[in-house]
Nanobody, 123 residues
Framework: QMQLVESGGGLVQPGGSLRLSCAAS????????IGWFRQAPGKEREGISC????????NYLDSLKGRFTISRDNAANTVYLQMNSLRPEDTAVYYC????????????????WGQGTQVTVSS
């Protein structure tokens, strides 16, 4: 019954912004960390960032520093990824995933994943 659903993706011009949402149902995000990941065509999935229940977070990609911000609203059972100054290289399917206690990158195991939302950055 646990489910994560990403939304907010779409087509945006370079330099534009999008805000992705990751809504949880069937469980309470208070007890989980949530990671954002992305996968571009022909490339391996990579970790973006992870946020803990106390709102602390970790970023995994230097290229996203200052552009992508992860946040969470525990009352709304939702995690967000604010993406600014988007570049064509940011084009990918973006996923959120949940695990207990510890944030980790793509090398770690996240048992629960959303279906992904497409982000396309193009002029």
């Amino acid at each position: 019954q646990m489910q994560l659903v990403e939304s907010g993706g779409g087509l945006v011009q370079p330099g534009g912004s999008l805000r992705l949402s990751c809504a949880a149902s069937g469980f309470t995000l208070d007890n989980y960390v949530i990671g954002w990941f992305r996968q571009a065509p022909g490339k391996e999935r990579e970790g973006i960032s992870c946020i803990r229940s106390d709102h602390s977070s970790v970023n995994y990609l230097d290229s996203l520093k200052g552009r992508f911000t992860i946040s969470r609203d525990n009352a709304a059972n939702t995690v967000y990824l604010q993406m600014n100054s988007l570049r064509p290289e940011d084009t990918a399917v973006y996923y959120c995933a949940a695990r207990r206690v510890y944030c980790t990158g793509i090398g770690g195991y996240y048992p629960q994943w959303g279906q992904g939302t497409q982000v396309t950055v193009s002029s």
